[in-house]
């Protein structure tokens, strides 16, 4: 639990302003995901990632490791600046369109759900690292929504914002509940507005009851079409290293020890057998090319 | 929630509640803040040397990250692992081995600290390194499991890298740093669908 300090000492509050200053543009972070109705990540953390007890958590664990579950208050991007539609593609937004939370993006008709019904809901917020100045917004599927489909930005229907907001470790609102039957998903976008562009965002799958309008469970979840990586094509450089003479340096290709390159008009040796990748041109990774 | 963080927060909890001033909605601890604001003000001047705190903050934190990331790598030395994998995990631990030097010279350079306070990490700055514990968790995995969870964990390490870096290009000042960051973030998607397309494998 955090203790925020009523007021700083004058000279303090001189050291502040300079300090408010110059801070805005670092990466300052935040942490947090909804607790109540719990998140997915909120979900398989508190099951544990390493043994998880639900079908969904251990697919989801299955398909993209622990380390999402850890992190489970990080489902974010620092820079979103409010440009969340831009910035996380249709199917990913459980993820916020991060590979590492890919699990979370997993279409099916099984996570576990808190059962609600229409109507005022008191919602929680667990925010470990709490910041002042920011504004959530709470959305939900609209009816017919089916949850064994990549969940798209178009399925979701504006609730509540909460503006200008100062949350605490634990903040709880309440939103209205439209009708609904069956299995919906609220979808939370936590947006720090002073100091930060991050952003955070929670999916909780929820139960109305009735089943109406949804699938009931499939006990074969089809397949796991949303995990599938955008794989790229490129992607798949032979693993035997050629020791090519010459040639001009190009992504995605295996160099044994000893090849040689040009690049930007020098001429490089390989000294550590790789495949190349961009980011990786040899003037950039000496570790990787000499330059003779 | 590890013991790593837990501690952290008892910690910053109690040095708060002494009565250490604050950043309001930043939650940094009084010495580490006076520091905080230190490094602030020498990024103050530093600006006109053209560098910012963005800069400062970002080669704080991916010195610490880059680090784990090459304990990380080092994992796949001596296992079981398909070429490919071998050559990019021992590619990845000499690159990030570089940059952090380069990375730690400039610090140096601008008479930064080495890395941000502790507290920043968990309170402030950033996203999380990967933990001991997921280390740990590789680095125990059988023979049947260590390429899954050795790509696993070595996709979200790199993902972290990602938002770090596009923070940087997006917020930082220094044309270097900038650029760094941007061959960081290129380099760390592209390892990362190598490795998405690896599991799939």
């Known amino acids: 639990m955090y203790v925020r300090p009523k007021a700083a000492t004058g000279a303090a509050a001189l050291m502040l302003g300079s300090l408010l200053a110059v801070l805005p543009s670092s990466p300052a972070q935040a942490h947090g995901s909804m607790s109540n109705p719990p998140s997915r990540a909120y979900v398989c953390k508190t099951e544990g990632p390493d043994s998880p007890d639900s079908a969904a958590c251990k697919a989801a664990v299955a398909a993209g490791g622990t380390q999402a579950f850890y992190d489970w208050h990080e489902v974010s991007l620092l820079n979103a600046g409010g440009r969340h539609r831009q910035l996380i593609p249709d199917g990913k937004l459980c993820s916020a369109g991060r590979d590492k939370y890919r699990g979370l993006d997993l279409a099916r008709a099984d996570w576990p759900a808190t059962r609600v019904s229409p109507g005022p809901l008191t919602i929680t917020y667990h925010a470990t690292a709490p910041h002042a100045n920011s504004n959530f917004e709470f959305y939900i599927t609209k009816p017919g929504w089916n949850p064994t489909q990549p969940l798209r930005w178009s399925d979701l229907e504006h609730i509540k914002t909460f503006t200008n907001q100062n949350p605490t470790t634990y903040t709880n609102w309440t939103i209205n509940l439209p009708q609904r039957s069956g299995r919906a998903l609220i979808y939370s976008i936590w947006q720090r507005v002073v100091g930060s562009e991050e952003a955070f965002y929670t999916c909780s799958d929820v139960d109305f009851g009735g089943g109406g309008g949804t699938p009931s469970p499939d006990p074969t979840p089809t397949a796991t079409p949303t995990v599938t990586p955008t794989a790229t094509p490129t992607a798949t450089p032979t693993v035997t290293p050629t020791s090519q003479p010459g040639g001009t340096w190009a992504p995605n290709t295996a160099y044994a020890v000893g090849a040689r390159v040009t690049y930007g008009g020098a001429t490089y040796q390989c000294r550590q057998a790789h495949t190349s990748l961009p980011g990786w041109e040899p003037p950039n990774v000496p570790a990787l090319w000499q330059r003779l | ?201």
């Open chain 2, 1 to 201: 929630m590890t013991g790593r963080r837990s501690a952290v927060r008892i910690a910053l909890a109690l040095s708060l509640a002494a009565g250490a001033a604050g950043v309001s909605g930043c939650g940094t601890s009084g010495g580490r803040w006076a520091q905080q604001v230190m490094a602030s003000r020498a990024a103050d001047v530093g600006a006109a040397r053209g560098f910012n705190a963005a800069d400062v903050m970002f080669l704080q934190m991916m010195v610490v990250h880059n680090g784990q990331g090459v304990e990380l790598a080092r994992l796949a030395r001596g296992r079981a692992v398909r070429a490919e994998i071998g050559l990019l995990a021992g590619a990845i631990a000499a690159t990030q081995r570089d940059e952090t030097a380069s990375m730690a010279g400039l610090l140096r350079e601008w008479g930064q600290p080495p890395t941000a306070p502790p507290d920043e990490h968990a309170a402030h700055g950033g996203m999380p390194e990967t933990d001991a514990r997921e280390i740990a968790s590789v680095a125990d995995a059988g023979p049947a499991d260590f390429e899954r969870a050795f790509l696993n964990a070595m996709i979200a390490h790199q993902d972290d890298a990602v938002q770090l870096a596009a923070a940087e290009v997006s917020g930082g000042l220094h044309p270097g740093v900038k650029a760094l960051a941007g061959r960081i973030e290129a380099s760390r998607r592209a390892q990362i669908e190598r490795m998405l397309a690896l599991l799939e494998d």
